[in-house]
C-alpha cells in the first residue's frame, strides 16, 4: 500500500509540473503496465483530452476553463465536460444558431463523427440554410415563432425549392373551404391529400404573418363585422 500511496504522489507531482502528460510517457517514467496507470489516474480524478484522441491526462484542478468549458495547454484541448460529445451540445446551446465550421472553430476539432453519433441519439436540432446546416439551440428550437424570425430568408430559400404549385393550389383551396383551420388541422390534410408541400414552409408561413391568431371569416361573417361597426 506504501508503494503505491508512494507513486500517486509521484504521478500527481509529475502531472502537476507539466500541466499535461500523455498516458504513454506515465508508462514509460513509472515502468508499469497501462491497466495500472490508469487505475492510479482514476483514483486522481485525472481528465483526459478530448483532443489527440484522449492520449493527454490533466488534474482537475490545473485547468482554468474559459466560457465554452475549454482548456488549452501547448495545442492540447480539455473540456470541463463529459466528452466531446457533451462539449458540442453546450457550445450550441449557447450559441442559439451556429454552423458546424463554427463549433470546429472554438473546439480545435473536426466533429463530423459526433454529429452523426448525435444525431442518432436525437440530441441535435438543425435545419438546413442553402447547402449547410446551422444547429439550433434547445431553447430556439422549442420557441418556432423566434426561430422562423432568425432565420427566415434560409429558410425560405430551402423550403421554396420543393414546394409544386398545384399542391400548394389545392392545400389553399381547402383551407378556404374549412375556414378557421389550424396548423394541425393543416397537417392533416397534407397526409390526407399526399401533397407535396412541406408542413415546415407552412408553418414558417403562418408563424411569420401570425395566421394561427388570426381568424379566417366566411363572407358572411365578413358582412356581419362590417354591418355590427
Same mark, same amino acid.
Given at each position: 500500500m506504501g508503494k503505491k500511496n508512494e507513486r500517486l504522489d509521484r504521478l500527481s507531482d509529475l502531472v502537476e509540473a507539466n500541466k499535461a502528460v500523455s498516458i504513454q510517457d506515465l508508462i514509460r517514467i513509472f515502468e508499469e503496465c497501462e491497466r495500472t496507470i490508469r487505475r492510479d489516474l482514476k483514483q486522481l480524478d485525472a481528465m483526459t483530452s478530448y483532443t489527440h484522441r484522449g492520449k493527454f491526462i490533466t488534474l482537475p484542478y490545473i485547468p482554468s476553463f474559459d466560457v465554452n468549458g475549454i482548456w488549452f495547454y501547448k495545442g492540447i484541448g480539455f473540456t470541463k465536460h463529459?466528452?466531446?460529445?457533451?462539449?458540442?451540445?453546450?457550445?450550441?446551446?449557447?450559441?442559439?444558431?451556429?454552423?458546424?465550421? /463554427?463549433?470546429?472553430?472554438?473546439? $480545435?476539432? =473536426?466533429?463530423?463523427?459526433? &454529429?452523426?453519433? *448525435?444525431?442518432?441519439?436525437?440530441?441535435? %436540432?438543425?435545419?438546413?440554410?442553402?447547402?449547410?446546416?446551422?444547429?439550433?439551440?434547445?431553447?430556439?428550437?422549442?420557441?418556432?415563432?423566434?426561430?422562423?424570425?432568425?432565420?427566415?430568408?434560409?429558410? /425560405?430559400?430551402?423550403?421554396?425549392? $420543393?414546394? =409544386?404549385?398545384?399542391?400548394? &393550389?389545392?392545400? *389553399?383551396?381547402?383551407?378556404?373551404?374549412? %375556414?378557421?383551420?389550424?396548423?394541425?388541422?393543416?397537417?392533416?390534410?397534407?397526409?390526407?391529400?399526399?401533397?407535396?408541400?412541406?408542413?415546415?414552409?407552412?408553418?414558417?408561413?403562418?408563424l411569420k404573418y401570425d395566421l394561427s391568431s388570426k381568424k379566417i371569416l366566411s363572407p358572411f361573417e365578413r358582412f356581419e363585422s362590417k354591418v355590427s361597426k
Amino acid at each position: 500500500m506504501g508503494k503505491k500511496n508512494e507513486r500517486l504522489d509521484r504521478l500527481s507531482d509529475l502531472v502537476e509540473a507539466n500541466k499535461a502528460v500523455s498516458i504513454q510517457d506515465l508508462i514509460r517514467i513509472f515502468e508499469e503496465c497501462e491497466r495500472t496507470i490508469r487505475r492510479d489516474l482514476k483514483q486522481l480524478d485525472a481528465m483526459t483530452s478530448y483532443t489527440h484522441r484522449g492520449k493527454f491526462i490533466t488534474l482537475p484542478y490545473i485547468p482554468s476553463f474559459d466560457v465554452n468549458g475549454i482548456w488549452f495547454y501547448k495545442g492540447i484541448g480539455f473540456t470541463k465536460h463529459r466528452n466531446s460529445l457533451d462539449l458540442i451540445v453546450s457550445i450550441i446551446n449557447a450559441k442559439e444558431s451556429i454552423t458546424k465550421e /463554427e463549433i470546429e472553430e472554438i473546439s $480545435k476539432i =473536426k466533429i463530423s463523427k459526433q &454529429i452523426q453519433i *448525435l444525431l442518432e441519439q436525437d440530441r441535435l %436540432h438543425r435545419v438546413k440554410l442553402g447547402a449547410k446546416y446551422c444547429y439550433l439551440s434547445e431553447e430556439l428550437a422549442k420557441d418556432k415563432k423566434r426561430r422562423m424570425q432568425l432565420l427566415d430568408i434560409g429558410i /425560405e430559400e430551402y423550403y421554396d425549392k $420543393k414546394v =409544386k404549385l398545384t399542391d400548394l &393550389i389545392a392545400l *389553399l383551396k381547402v383551407v378556404l373551404i374549412e %375556414h378557421n383551420i389550424d396548423m394541425k388541422g393543416i397537417k392533416k390534410l397534407i397526409k390526407k391529400y399526399s401533397l407535396d408541400v412541406p408542413v415546415k414552409k407552412v408553418e414558417q408561413i403562418f408563424l411569420k404573418y401570425d395566421l394561427s391568431s388570426k381568424k379566417i371569416l366566411s363572407p358572411f361573417e365578413r358582412f356581419e363585422s362590417k354591418v355590427s361597426k
